[in-house]
Each structure stands twice: as structure tokens, then as C-alpha cells.
């Protein structure tokens, strides 16, 4: 997964690559998972970015996103 995000959070509040809101609906939630500090919720965006997402008691974060899988010029082949 490429991240577009450092460890502490999210640089913006909307997807790079589609403008969504990241605290907007619809997202496809992929899993969840409980931490000792909140939980861990991995979500698909509406342009095809995972995104993950953490929930504490500092509210909701994107702490990573990966790139659609369909964006022009995205290389498949590891390189």
C-alpha cells in the first residue's frame, strides 16, 4: 500500500486522488478492529483507496490510504 499520509494522521481531509470528504459518507467499511485505544477501521473509498482509518478518543483519523488500483500511470509491476 502507497501512503500519501505520515504516522500521526491524515495531511488533508478529503481523498487525493477523488475530493471525498474523509469524514463523509459512503464508504465501504472493509473491517474493523479493536485496539487498546480505540479501534482500527480499514474502509474502501468510492474511488477504490483502502484507507486506514483510526478511532479514538481523539476522534477519527486516516492514518493511511493507498492509491485506486485503476489510476493512470499506477505501476502494477512492484517497480
Known amino acids: 500500500m502507497t501512503s500519501t499520509t505520515g ?5 488533508g481531509t ?6 471525498w470528504p474523509d469524514r463523509a459518507e459512503p464508504f465501504r467499511v472493509v473491517s474493523r478492529h479493536a485496539t487498546a485505544a480505540g479501534s482500527t477501521v480499514w474502509t474502501r ?3 477504490g483507496s483502502l484507507q486506514v482509518r483510526a478511532v479514538d478518543a481523539r476522534g477519527m483519523r486516516v492514518v493511511s490510504r493507498s492509491r485506486p488500483a485503476d489510476v ?3 505501476r502494477t509491476d512492484g517497480r
Open 7 to 11: 504516522a500521526t494522521g491524515t495531511t
Open 14 to 19: 478529503a481523498c487525493p486522488y477523488c475530493g
Open 45 to 47: 473509498c468510492g474511488c
Open 72 to 74: 493512470p500511470g499506477a
